[in-house]
């Protein structure tokens, strides 16, 4: 687009220019509640979840609710001195959710370390995310298990292991076989701010050119720490891909539905052997960054205000109400799982063993190694020291 | 390569070319597209990619195609290929070889003649080792390859050049098989007065330097070479050390907190009693790698490494 559309950088113009594309968002469940008759780009989509029956739908809800609340018990914990930080996911449940819920047993996810809700669809158990924000853990799952790698905090750098896991699935032949159970997808979770990162273009060279099955799922929540995303693109996210000659496809990040929609259709055309997809999902980060952030300092309450009509979790239960696929009482039973887990995570959190010091020394290598070996040795030594001097005061 | 078929390898022009110094010649024609990898210029995304073939059961070799180009997947290699194992309680394993050609001498221009082996040394999860000779060159590429964490394989480029027995075919199957374990220094020549602690290219000056002492008759040098960088080998060179009382360590890269320093102060933490004068250390200088015309000057030749040698007696 000509440059003489955006106006200088950081000026108000520019921002109204990127939002100015917030029309061409696939959207199926409106902020309302709302589910109209999918037109345009939306058609495009509607048939990946054609398939999609009420009890989905309460599934959709249900993950999202305990996952906010298993968030929001996070950040409490943090507050409470259990935690050393926490990165809420608040207002990306949708986002979350709706692409975990695309994926299938055999794909591979590569998350940042907020991705919360796909933790939850990959059946990651929360207590295990904790450990890491807890100190007590530096990883604390089984990639392999769950199909979710460990979280990685040097931003994009999962986009690049995302691509190379993807070129052995492609070596592997599971790709395009047309077998359901074998054909396999791997998407890289990155944020707007990862955009920027050098490993992320390398990442979109990589994979637009051994046409490797991996979707980029960046969820644009508009701000990385305190930089709007007027910091790091003067185009629409989703257009960024085209240059690389991978389409892009901008969806509105708090529809569940969308993103499961746009997800599957990614995924699909990655099993396929159609190559990799950048999606956008469009969203907010209702939160602060983590819990070491103050977002007052750098952005005004009415965005969050105008945000929070556009709840991901308030449309979809706004939607079961009133075509009646839930009841009051679905929604209650579904607050008190929530509840619930969130009683289970707090004890189980508190009950997380500090890990033995001498375990730092483990598993750097897989065989042995001398020097740290010797390390090792030397450390445990010291230690059993101190071991006699106490029992020298005790006698 | 014939033996697993896991192993695939990555990097810039190693295909049709073979690479810039021929190492991967005619393999993508024997072995193709898929396993021997053309890749886009982009050293981030060779390793982070490999990193992710590694995590799907691949053991990629990748090549940088120069020292001075490997800064750009420092981060990859650092932060992400080197802690994995350790961060994932042993889950995840990542047996990626970097291989990069290495150390100065060909009158090459800037960025082409480094020696970035502290750097990976320093980095908790990897391994770091360098041939010296052909033949130790032909066992340790394929220890390398069979082990299942990361190592940074460094390789002298200006000894691309020597010429050795090797015992072309030969395969290994198990560790045993090759003549000397992954991690063990070897003691190239053996000597009494003097050890002198080398590695890579080094080897070959400091032999030399040995003859030509011996020769006229100055000292009877002992040249232990350390093959292993991460972990060294540290019982080979106190036992060394031991031996002889003085201790002399040589290497290309920057002598500030170059291999030298850690071995001196390893040296003098061990062989206190041992020692008859303090260890030396011959490296390069705490500058940027010079211009080729006068890169001589800066690289540890024969003289330099006498000169030390005289010095260490002098006590």
């Known amino acids: 687009m000509p440059d003489t559309d955006v106006g200088p950088a950081g000026s108000p113009d520019r921002a109204a220019h990127v939002d100015r594309e917030a029309d061409t968002m696939i959207q199926m469940l409106t902020p309302e509640g709302e589910r109209p008759e999918p037109t345009g780009a939306a058609l495009e989509y509607a048939a990946y979840v054609e398939d999609v029956t009420d009890d989905d739908l309460r599934g959709m809800y249900r993950d999202m609710v305990i996952v906010r609340r298993f968030d929001a018990e996070a950040t409490a914990l943090q507050r409470q001195g259990e935690l050393g930080l926490w990165a809420s996911l608040l207002g990306q449940e949708a986002a979350q959710v709706g692409s975990g819920r695309a994926l299938r047993p055999q794909d591979f996810a590569y998350p940042t370390y907020r991705e919360h809700g796909v933790a939850w669809c990959r059946g990651v158990p929360p207590t295990a995310l904790l450990g ?60 707007d701010g990862a955009t920027s990162q050098g490993d992320v273009s390398e ?14 799922f960046c969820q644009n929540n508009q701000w990385a720490i305190s930089e709007p995303n007027t910091r790091q693109t003067r185009v629409p996210l989703f257009k960024r891909s085209s240059g690389f000659g991978i389409p892009g496809v901008r969806v509105d990040g708090n529809d569940v539905l969308a993103t499961l929609a746009v997800t599957r259709a990614a995924t699909e055309r990655a099993r396929s052997g159609g190559g990799p997809t950048f999606v956008e999902a469009y969203t907010y980060r209702m939160g ?54 969130a009683t289970e995570l707090r004890v189980t959190c508190r009950a997380l063993p500090d890990p ?40 | 390569m014939d033996h697993d078929p896991k192993v695939v390898l990555m990097g810039e022009d190693i295909g049709a070319l073979g690479g810039v110094f021929r190492v991967t010649d005619g393999l993508q024609k024997d072995f193709g597209e898929d396993r021997v990898i053309d890749t886009p210029l982009a050293e981030s995304g060779i390793v982070g990619t490999a990193i992710g073939l590694a995590m799907r059961g691949y053991r990629p070799v990748v090549e940088i195609q120069f020292d001075g180009f490997v800064f750009p ?88 050049w020597d010429k050795g027995e090797v015992p072309e075919g030969a395969v290994l199957r198990s560790p045993g098989d090759a003549p000397r374990p992954f991690g063990a220094a070897h003691v190239a020549r053996p000597g009494a007065d003097v050890t002198m602690l080398c590695y890579g290219p080094m080897v070959r000056t400091c032999l030399a330097a040995a003859e030509a002492a011996a020769a006229d008759g100055t000292a009877d040098i002992e040249v232990v070479d350390l093959r292993s960088l991460s972990p060294l080998d540290l019982p080979t060179v106190m036992a ?17 907190l170059g291999l030298g320093a850690e071995l001196a102060a390893r040296v003098q933490e061990g062989c206190f009693y041992h020692l008859e004068a303090p260890v030396l250390r011959v490296g390069g200088f705490s500058a940027p790698y010079p211009a080729a015309k006068i890169e001589d000057e800066y690289l540890p030749d024969l003289d330099r490494v006498l000169d030390a040698v005289d010095r260490v007696l002098a006590h």
């Open chain 1, 132 to 191: 890491l924000y807890r100190g007590a853990s530096l990883g604390g799952w089984d990639p392999a298990e769950h199909g979710f790698a460990l979280y990685t905090i040097v931003i994009g750098s999962q986009t690049l292991h995302a691509t190379g896991y993807a070129m052995g699935v492609q070596r592997d032949h599971a790709v395009g076989t047309g077998e359901p159970d074998r054909d396999a997808a791997v998407i890289a979770y990155l944020g």
């Open chain 1, 203 to 216: 990442a979109l060279v990589f994979s637009a050119v051994y046409n490797a099955p991996v979707v980029f």
């Open chain 1, 288 to 341: 602060a960054h983590t819990t070491s952030d103050d977002p007052s300092r750098y952005r005004i309450a009415a965005e969050v205000e105008e945000w929070k009509l556009k709840d991901p979790i308030a449309r979809v239960k706004a939607y079961l109400a009133r075509s009646g696929a839930a009841d009051e009482d679905f929604f209650a039973e579904v607050e008190a799982e929530a509840k619930q887990i």
């Open chain 1, 356 to 395: 033995p010091p001498e375990s730092m020394f483990d598993d750097v290598y897989a065989e042995p190694h001398a020097v740290l070996d010797a390390e090792r040795e030397e450390y445990l030594a010291y230690r059993a020291g101190f071991a006699d001097d106490t029992e020298e005061v005790r006698t």
């Open chain 2, 73 to 160: 997947a420092f981060d990859q290699i650092v932060t992400q290929l080197a802690k994995m194992g350790n961060r994932s309680a042993g889950r995840v394993r990542l047996p990626v070889v970097i291989r990069i050609p290495f150390g100065g001498g060909i009158g090459a221009v800037e960025h082409h003649s480094e020696s970035p082996e502290s750097y990976f040394v320093h980095t908790g999860g990897l391994r770091v080792v360098t041939p010296s000779t052909p033949e130790d060159a032909f066992w340790m590429v394929q220890q390398a390859v069979a082990c299942p964490d990361p190592v940074v394989f460094l390789e002298p480029k200006r000894r691309y």
């Open chain 2, 240 to 256: 060394s050390v031991r031996r002889t009382g003085r201790a002399v360590v040589v290497h290309e890269a920057p002598t500030t």
